[in-house]
């Protein structure tokens, strides 16, 4: 559907239908990208706001960055270890995306602080 077509549609559809919409739009997108984890992905995308999902749905870049970041995340909390029901609750984008740069930031920092340790040496 083309994305024209599919932002009418949703702005005459009943909130609890959009979410289906944009999911049924986003899912095949997201599973060309990465199968193992389609379903996953696309929920996590799903709780982005509206505007920020159908970004994705007409670029193919953005999705695919998306997607990446989504997978970044996930990857996150398996290194974690938490049980299923924290990791469950921690897999929303929006909510991990400055949680997912922390852990970049301070892992470079770690990795920088050994490089001069070991030049030291």
């Not at 024209?4 to 289906?20: G, K």
């Not at 049924?24 to 509206?50: I, N, R, W």
């Not at 909510?95 to 490089?115: C, F, M, Q, V, Y």
């Amino acid at each position: 559907m083309p994305i024209h077509a599919l932002a009418t549609a949703l702005a005459n559809a009943p909130p609890e239908q959009q979410r289906t919409m944009l999911g049924e739009a986003l899912y095949p997108l997201v599973d060309s990208l990465e199968h193992d984890s389609a379903a996953k992905v696309t929920g996590m995308l799903l709780e982005m706001d509206q505007p920020e999902v159908l970004h994705p749905i007409e670029s193919l870049d953005a999705l695919k960055a998306k997607v990446v970041e989504a997978m970044g995340v996930l990857r996150n909390v398996a290194q974690q270890g938490n049980s299923p029901a924290d990791q469950l609750a921690s897999l929303s984008l929006k909510d991990n995306l400055k949680d997912s740069e922390d852990i970049e930031e301070t892992a470079a920092r770690e990795e920088e602080g050994r490089s001069v340790s070991k030049a030291e040496c």
